[in-house]
Each structure stands twice: as C-alpha cells, then as structure tokens.
C-alpha cells in the first residue's frame, strides 16, 4: 500500500520536521508516521492501516504537500469499508486486549446519534475539549456561534490584548532608555497598521485552531445553539443529535444598566478595536481587564482615570503586589478613584459627562466599561437538558466537570470563578476524557492568575488574604528584585518574589511576583505547589545566574535560612 499525505489544507511544501517509523517496523492503524509543521500549526499523519514499513520513501527536511508519497506498507489484508449510514468502530488490536482503551470505543454510540460528543463553544476550553475528544477517537461536532474558532480569548480577548501590550511595553522601554544614555525619538503612531498587525496576530493562531480541527476531522458548525431536550442541540435550522455533550459557552463582558448606549462607552472588545487614541478616557472598574487596557491607552497618550467601588485596585490580588504596580504606575492615572461609585453619566456632543458619589464629575473621550464578566449559562436552552444552571448563570460540576445530567459536561467560564483560559483548557482535557469513559478528575492544586500590566502581577495557590481569612499558620519570604543582578541590569529593580510555606513542614503553599515577565515565572511556583516541593527542595535547586527566575530560588533559601545574597537577619 502507497501511504501518502491526506488532505492538509490549502497547504503546500510542508516540512517533515519528523520521521517516526523505519523500514521493518510493524505498526497499527493511526500510529503517526510523520510529523508535518505548516506555518499555524504541527500535525502527525496517521498510518491509514495495520501492517509492515517495506520502505520510508521521505526524510527530515524534506517538503510535501497533499499526495505526497510517503512510505510502502505491507498490509496483512485489505479492510473492508464501514457499511453506509453506519460508522466504523474501532476495535483495538489483538495485542493491546486487555490493556486500557485510550480510544474510548468502550462509549458505543446509538446509530440515532450525530456524534458522539457534542461540543458547545469553540473557546480555549472548547477546542482543547473537542480535539482531546477526537484524539480518543469520538466522533466530535464543534458549535461555535462566530465565524472564527478560538472564542473570546484568541479573537477579542487574551491574544489582542497582549499584542498592543508588547507594543506598549516596548514603546515604554524605548523612553526609559534615555536614563541609560540612547534616547530615541517620539515614536510616530499609525493606527491603521497597529490595528493590522493585531489583526494579523489573531487570525494566525484563530487560523491555526481551524486547521487542526480539520486535522482531526472535528466538523465546525457555525450558529448559536440551544439545547432542545438532553440529547439534542439546535443550530438555526440543524437540529444534531449527541451521546455526551461539553458545554463551553464562556461569558460576556458585564453591563451596567444606567449607562447610555453611545460608541464612546465600550466594553474590552470596543476598546480592543482601538478606533481612536483619546485624550481622556474613564476606566470603570479597577480589575485586571481595566489595568490592562488603561497601560496600552496612556502609553499611546490618553490620560486616564480609574473608578473603582471597593478599596483597592485589582481585588483578590495581595495587597503587597498591587502596592508595587501601582507606585510604579501613579504617572499613567490622572485620578484613582477607590470606594467611588459611578452614579450618572450622558452623552454630550463633546464627550462623555460623568458623575461619582465620592468625587467631582468630569469628561470624557471614552469610557470603558470593566466590570467583570457574566457566565453564559441562562443563554443556551440548558434548562430544556435537565441542567441546572444557577441564579448567576453558572453550571455546577463534580470533579470530572459533570453537570446534574450524566453525559453532559460543562467547562470553562460557565462551569466557575476563576474565569481563566488554562483553568478552561485543563479542564476541556478532563471532560473529554471522562466523557470517553477515563477516570480523569480536575484535581489541581493551583490555578495561577495573571496581570500582563508594566510591571506584571503573577500570583498562584493560596494569597495572604485567603490564609488570613482562614486564620491559618504560614511564613513569608520575600526577595526584593533590588538584590537580583539581572533586575538591576535590567532598569526593573521595582519588584519583588514572594513565597508562602506552611509553617508545620515548610511547604511551598502559594507565591507571587511583581516585575518584569512575572507571568513567565510564575510557573515554577505553580509547579512547587503542585508536586508538593519545600523549600528546601526549590533553595537547592540549581537556578541560572544571572536571571529573573532565581529570585524564585533565593527567595526559597531565605525561607530555608541559607540565603546568602541578602544581608544577615539581626539577631535579637
């Protein structure tokens, strides 16, 4: 049998970046042959059947595209094709009887069903849900209501926003260069171009979703869809019949309902938009979201002020953290606004007039409204599934994200806080697998959160505020960046790596990091937590001088009593 590449795409002179079989090898069906890597994404192509490599006619490096030959295979005997109407089932072959099936065949789909997992919502969650399904051999149906895959993260989320922030960070670096004796010029702004970039960011990687979905034969329908009884979905006209189903139906920006409807008041997707650079602009509400869109805007010129109704900015966030930023950040904000209400606000022809019961009014170009999110859950015929979803519109799950009906999941935004795109993708991994009849569980110890601010603010596990609120012993080491070598060459001595360690056997409970790429360190402490690490085990660990990541490491040796890069404790 001539074994050649299946269709690719609109692709051609793909490389082989891997070969993985030789001549002799006997293989089984699916077994990956080759790995190809366009430019959006990487894909194994499967070995149509069982059977003997008589000769592997490609190498590494070499290109191909659709219909290029790859190997000969001796097959033992020809398969016979599926009957119509019906389709193959999977048998595994007679040497894997017995041993566990990753295939999740044991889910055997009635022929009245379309798929056999039904996926709602193509999201990070989403995605990550359907191609784990389809890798486990199910047959999947992915219901995404807008024409690009990837959600609200990869299209009006995540990936727009940490586009203009590296535009931002960069603009920001190039100004403070002048303390260090090469200054540049005023740069020169075109938005249309900035906007095109940003564009041409998202579309690569919304791009690369479709392809692999296409890769794994993942059908894509395009709609809004409601559930119409707990086995079927529809779709506009289409109605389509599941085994089991994942509800990935995220959430909306929040509202609030006094302000009036005019294009100078946005939610993060009208800001992200990036029609104008105004002069002024109202941030309202004082979270993540906001922070962020406030550093892009005054680093492009805006003057910006912050209202916020509780007592500090960014809430949930150690106070220590946040301290940090914001002496950093007091130059971008014009005004600050802490336990202050929005009460009125009007469309004028020469702006945005609004008022606040704890200070005066003011005017503004653009108001953008960052007021949390609402969970899709009230959104979606749930309640025609049999699935209880609650008064804020929220999805309850066990640990394998299975909701009050058996064979339906729920993941992401609408199965709970935190509303993250990893908590959802781990997440879509779990269901998928449960679905399929795995015994997999959502038991992570840690969900680390993220503000891709200047300075960024990274935190994982347990805060001070939680344990505090808990009335439970721990200890604190703190490593000031200004002791860390790579901070100081860097201009960005601002921050500091906190650890937290339970008091009784020193481990590692929870961390956080203010300064440059906290979001890039954080991991390790993610990781400490999890494989339940002291901090003895992360002090000796060898880390890599100079860098920002061995304040980790330092940070743990002060824990441990064994720091030698700062001072001595005194001695009482």
């Not at 074994?3 to 002799?24: H, S």
């Not at 329908?221 to 599941?242: A, M, N």
């Not at 860390?484 to 956080?512: C, M, P, Q, V, W």
Request: charged share 25%; glycine share 10%; net charge negative.
């Amino acid at each position: 049998m001539e074994v050649r590449v299946p269709d690719i795409g609109d692709f051609t002179d793909v490389p082989i970046i891997a070969v993985l079989v030789k001549a002799g090898d006997r293989i089984e069906k699916e077994h990956a042959l080759v790995t190809l890597e366009s430019e959006k994404a990487t894909v194994d192509v499967p070995a149509p059947a069982a059977g003997t490599v008589r000769e592997v006619k490609v190498k590494v490096g070499d290109k191909v595209a659709e219909g290029s030959l790859l190997l000969i295979l001796d097959t033992a005997e020809k398969e016979p094709p599926p009957a119509p109407e019906e389709r193959e089932v999977k048998e595994p072959p007679p040497a894997a009887k017995g041993q566990a099936r990753q295939s999740g065949s044991e889910v055997k789909p009635s022929s009245s069903y379309d798929c056999d997992v039904l996926v709602l919502g193509s999201g990070p969650g989403g995605y990550s849900a359907a191609f784990r399904a389809a890798d486990l051999g199910q047959k999947t149906i992915l219901v995404e209501r807008y024409p690009a895959l990837g959600g609200v993260c990869l299209n009006v989320g995540c990936i727009p926003s940490k586009a203009l922030l590296h535009v931002a960070a960069v603009m920001d670096e190039a100004r403070a260069m002048g303390a260090h004796g090469v200054s540049y010029a005023e740069p020169k702004i075109d938005l249309e171009s900035l906007r095109t970039w940003k564009n041409k960011v998202v579309g690569r990687l919304t791009g690369g979703v479709a392809s692999m979905a296409k890769g794994r034969k993942v059908e894509v329908v395009t709609g809004s869809g409601k559930f119409v009884d707990p086995h079927t979905l529809q779709v506009g006209e289409r109605r389509i019949r599941f085994d089991k189903a994942i509800i990935a139906a995220g959430s909306q920006a929040g509202k609030l309902p006094f302000l009036p409807q005019d294009p100078r008041i946005v939610d993060s997707t009208g800001a992200l938009e990036l029609d104008s650079i105004p002069r002024r602009m109202l941030v309202i509400g004082g979270g993540i979201i906001g922070m962020e869109m406030a550093t892009v805007y005054s680093t492009l010129g805006t003057r910006v002020d912050v209202v916020e109704m509780l007592e500090g900015l960014m809430p949930g966030t150690d106070r220590d953290l946040v301290q940090a930023w914001q002496k950093k950040n007091a130059p971008r904000f014009d005004r600050v606004m802490l336990k202050t209400r929005t009460t009125a606000a009007s469309a004028r022809d020469d702006g945005i007039h609004v008022e606040f019961d704890g200070a005066g009014p003011a005017i503004y170009d653009l108001v953008l409204v960052s007021v949390g999110r609402t969970p899709n859950g009230k959104r979606i015929g749930a309640e025609a599934a049999g699935v209880v979803v609650d008064e804020r519109g929220f999805v309850t799950t066990d640990k394998q994200m299975r909701t009050n009906v058996a064979h339906i999941f729920a993941i992401g935004d609408i199965a709970g806080p935190p509303m993250l795109a990893h908590k959802a993708s781990h997440e879509g991994h779990v269901a998928a697998e449960a679905a399929a009849g795995q015994k997999s569980f959502f038991d992570a110890r840690c969900i680390p959160s993220v503000a891709y601010t200047d300075p960024e603010i990274a935190w994982t596990g347990e805060t001070e505020e939680t344990l505090k609120g808990a009335s439970r012993e721990y200890g604190k080491a703190v490593f000031p960046w200004a002791a860390s070598g790579r901070a100081l060459a860097n201009g960005r001595e601002e921050g500091f790596t906190k650890l937290l360690y339970d008091k009784s056997n020193l481990r590692i409970i929870g961390g956080g990091i203010v300064g440059q790429n906290a979001g890039e360190l954080i991991a390790e402490i993610c990781l400490a937590i999890e494989m339940g690490a002291d901090v003895e085990d992360v002090g000796h660990t060898i880390h890599p001088h100079p860098t920002l990541s061995e304040s980790i490491g330092l940070g743990a040796e002060l824990a441990a009593g064994f720091v030698t890069d700062l001072p001595p404790p005194r001695r009482r």
